[in-house]
């Protein structure tokens, strides 16, 4: 009914960027938060950045000033700008939302599959 789909992953130097986009689609009635988690081998999934329908954002500590959560609210889209990246940035990036469909009377947690980022020279 719903489904994320993330892109722009892949292989970057130390120093480098890389722009992630997540598309959302579906029976979709409104969308709530937009965020991005991270989950590096051996670790848990953690919280990258998130970004309210009005445009509020917040961070994890470890990214703040490299790292630029966005979105597109006409075409139901988030984005992450990620700057000065670090050889610990490397994780796989999950897309996450608080979806309402046409047919729910409440919102939903919605994950897209993962987009594989690696930071290495």
């Known amino acids: 009914q719903v489904q994320l789909v993330e892109s722009g992953g892949g292989l970057v130097q130390p120093g480098g960027s890389l722009r992630l986009s997540c598309a959302a689609s579906g029976s979709i009635l409104r969308i709530y938060v937009m965020g991005w988690y991270r989950q590096a081998p051996g670790k848990q999934r953690e919280s990258v950045a998130a970004i309210t329908s009005g445009g509020s954002t917040n961070y994890a500590d470890s990214v703040k000033g490299r790292f630029t959560i966005s979105r597109d609210n006409a075409n139901n889209t988030v984005y992450l700008q990620m700057n000065s990246l670090k050889p610990e940035d490397t994780a796989v990036y999950y897309c996450?939302?608080?979806?309402?469909?046409?047919?729910?009377?409440?919102?939903?947690?919605?994950w897209g599959q993962g987009t594989q980022v690696t930071v290495s020279s």
């Open positions: 996450n939302a608080d979806i309402r469909t046409v047919i729910a009377t409440i919102p939903y947690n919605y």
